[in-house]
């Protein structure tokens, strides 16, 4: 509910924001307080409270108060809570999961719109080129290429992803201007990953970086989408920030997918699929 009011600010009126804000400021004491407080608090009229509340998708304030009630003690806790020694199967069962819906969650609020459509548009000008889709990642971030590129293959789209740093290298040091390098990295500082992605960038191939912000990879690509999260870095075993990155791979495949034409990739789909169901038992 608080990601809709979020995500909604930008469409409502100076007014409605700021009924908005107080919502997000304080979302149980808003659920609390007599209309004409809040319409004090927020310095706007009593209608413009109850019209906000229509606004999001409410029937009114009192349907709105309710269900905000219900979604501040249900909801998701977007505070991230690390598995101690002594927690027992629920309590890691819980932690886990209310880490990864809030991580995922709060990069639907702060996903950059503008970046990945920049990202789509130049995966989807390298396939209709005939260009080279080329995906690295090393460790756990080369799962994760390795998905990316069966992601792609599944849409129709060819890719090929490297976990190697050799052989990052040197498909790096063949790229050229039309191709597409997307570099994977947790931590964003891992000196393979950042050598390959300055060979591809100079050797004109436009490079999508998914790593956090404010790391040193962050800076080296073209397009940097942004995977950030609280989990550290040293974590032996990442899981938040292998879920995210697996997320964003989907929206840019899905999305190239979708600008290649659904028509154009069917009867290639119909074809993977009817194979497979030669292999499967009834």
């Known amino acids: 509910m608080l990601n809709r009011i979020r995500a909604s600010l930008t469409s409502l009126s100076p007014a409605e924001q700021r009924v908005g ?6 979302p149980l004491i808003f659920s609390r307080l007599p209309v004409s407080e809040l319409a004090v608090l927020a310095q706007v009229s ?3 409270v109850v019209r906000f509340c229509r606004s999001v998708g409410y029937d009114g304030l009192k349907d709105f108060k309710f269900k905000l009630e219900g979604s501040v003690k249900e909801g998701v806790p977007f505070i991230h809570s690390s598995v101690d020694v002594d927690d027992n199967t629920n309590d890691i069962l819980v932690k886990v999961i209310d880490d990864t819906m809030a991580a995922v969650s709060k990069y639907r609020c702060d996903a950059n719109r503008v970046y990945i459509e920049k990202a789509v548009t130049a995966l989807f000008a390298t396939y209709r080129g005939g260009k080279r889709i080329e995906i690295f990642g ?3 971030s080369g799962i994760v290429a390795q998905d990316a590129q069966h992601k792609f293959f599944r849409l129709g789209i060819p890719a090929t992803a490297y976990g190697d ?3 990052q290298v040197m498909s790096a040091s063949v790229m050229r201007a039309g191709d597409c390098a997307v570099v994977i990295s947790n931590s964003g500082r891992t000196r393979d990953l950042m050598a390959t992605c300055d060979m591809a960038r100079k050797n004109g191939a436009t490079t999508i970086v998914i790593t956090s912000s404010g790391s040193p990879l962050a800076l080296a690509g073209h397009i940097h989408l942004a995977a950030d999260h609280p989990e550290g870095f040293e974590r032996y075993c990442p ?3 292998r879920l995210l990155h697996l997320m964003i791979i989907d929206v840019l495949a899905t999305c190239v997918a979708l600008r290649v034409g659904i028509d154009a990739l069917q009867p290639g789909l119909r074809q993977m699929q009817s194979s497979l169901l030669d292999r499967r038992l009834f």
């Open 21 to 26: 804000r107080l919502v997000l400021s304080d």
């Open 165 to 167: 740093s050799h052989m």
């Open 46 to 48: 009593n209608p413009t």
């Open 138 to 140: 090393l460790g756990n």
């Open 239 to 241: 899981m938040v920030s």
